[in-house]
C-alpha cells in the first residue's frame, strides 16, 4: 500500500507541475500590509481597473483633493488660459478662517492659469473660489458643472457644494468616485504640467508686491523628501478637521500609470499611498489593445446605439486608446469578453456596444465598439424593439493550452519535451524499484 501511494504522489506532482506550467497567472488581491485609512481605492489610470479598494464606495469628506476637479472643469471650459480673472470679495473672504490662501486680495488679477498654479500647488481656497466664479458665474452654478462632470465620470457616491473642498455636510465622495475623477484629470495634459510641479513664482499682487514662490504640498513629489516616489506624475493633498488626511498620487512606470486615494487616513496617507502603488506595480502591468482584436468582420444585426436598432452596420472597430490591466506573466490570451449594450452617459456618439474584459471574475478593462463612419440621426433606424443576444466569449483551457504550445519557440518546446521525458523516466524508474523482485527458485 505505501508502495501504492508512492507512486500516486509521483504521478500527482508531475501533472500538477504540467498545469501550473499553463496555468493564468493569479490576480493579487491584497498589498502585504494592511492599508490604515478608513478609504482607500487603486486604479489603472489607463485602463480603469480597479486593482484594490478598501470601503471604496462609502462617503468620506474630500477636503482640497476636490481642486482636482475643480481644475479639470476649468480646463475643459477654458478655452485661453491666459485670460484674466478679477478675485472678487467673496472669492477671498467666504473661506474658512486660516484655511489654505496664496495671499490674494480683492481686486487682485491673475490669468486662468497663475490661479491653477496657486490652486493645485499651494491649496489656494480664494484661488479655487475665483475659478468657479469666472467659469460658472457663480460659485454655485460652478458646483452645478462639478457635479455635471462627476456624473458623466461614472460617479455616483458623490456630492460637491464648493469648489475648495472645506467642510460642508452635503460635500462629500468615495474612493473609487474619486479614482474616476482623478484618472480624468491626469489624462488631461495641461493638469499634468501644472500639477506635477514642484513650485512656481506668483507675478505680485496687493498684498505682496514681490513675486512670491509657491511648492506643491506633496511631499512624493519632492526629491529631497523621504516619501519622493520613483515614476511620481502628480497629485493632491487634503485636510480638514472633519476630513482627516486625504492624498491622491498617480504614478506611472513604463506602460503601466496607476492612480491612488486615500481617504480619513490618520497621519499614514503617505505610508499607505507608497503601500498601494507598490504593490500595483509589483503585481500588474498594463496592456494596449490597439493591435489586439480591434476589427471585427462580422456583427450582430442589427445593434443597438443608444437603445435604438441600427440595421446593416458595417465593420466596426474599437477604440484605439483601450488598454486592460493583467497580472505580470499574463496575456490578452487569458481574458473572457463579455458585450453589452447598455451604454452610460459618457459613451463616444459613435459607439453602439462595449466589450467589457474578464481576468478570472475581475474586470481587467473596458472599451468601446465604434462604428468607423460618421452617421447623422437619419441613419438610426427606430421600429420595432431589438432583441439583443448577450455574447459571451469564453476560452477553455484546452485552447489557451493549444494556443500558449503553438506560440512557443521551438527550443522551449524540446527542453520541455525532454523535461517531461526525463521526469516520466525518473517516475519509470522509481515504480520498477519499489515493486517487489520474484524470488529465485
Known sequence: MKRLSSILICITIVFSLTFQAVASPKWAEYPPQEVQAEGACLMDARSGAVLYGKNMHS???????????????????????????????????????????AGYDEGDEVTVRTALYAMLLASANEAANALAEYVGGTIEGFCDMMNEKARQLGCTDSHFANPSGLNNP???????????????????????????????????????????????????????????????VGGKTGYTSLAGNTLVTCAQRDETKLV????????????????LLDFGFENFTTVSLSDYKTKYDTVLDPMDIAGMGVKNADVITTSRDACITLPIGATPDDVDTDIVYDLDAGAPREACAKIIYRYADKTAGEQYVLRQFEYSETEIVLGEPVEKEEVVQEQPMIKKTRDWFLETPVWAKILMIAGFAAVVGGIVLLIVKLLPKRRRR
Request: some cysteine; hydrophobic content about 35%; proline content about 3%.
Open 260 to 275: 491612488s486615494v486615500v481617504l480619513n487616513g490618520h497621519q499614514t496617507h503617505y505610508e499607505d499611498t507608497k503601500l
Open 59 to 101: 462617503h468620506y469628506f474630500p477636503a482640497s483633493i476636490t481642486k482636482i476637479l475643480t481644475a479639470l472643469v476649468v480646463l475643459e471650459n477654458c478655452d485661453n488660459l491666459e485670460e484674466t480673472l478679477v478675485f472678487s470679495h467673496r472669492a477671498v473672504y467666504d473661506v474658512e478662517a486660516n484655511s489654505s490662501s
Open 170 to 232: 452635503d460635500h462629500y465622495t468615495s474612493a473609487y468616485d474619486f479614482c474616476l475623477i482623478s484618472r480624468a484629470a491626469f489624462a488631461n495634459d495641461t493638469f499634468v504640467q501644472i500639477d506635477g510641479s514642484t513650485y512656481y513664482t506668483l507675478p505680485p499682487m496687493k498684498r505682496n508686491p514681490e513675486e512670491a514662490i509657491v511648492y506643491t504640498h506633496h511631499n512624493m513629489l519632492k526629491k529631497n523628501s523621504g516619501w519622493y516616489y520613483e515614476g511620481i
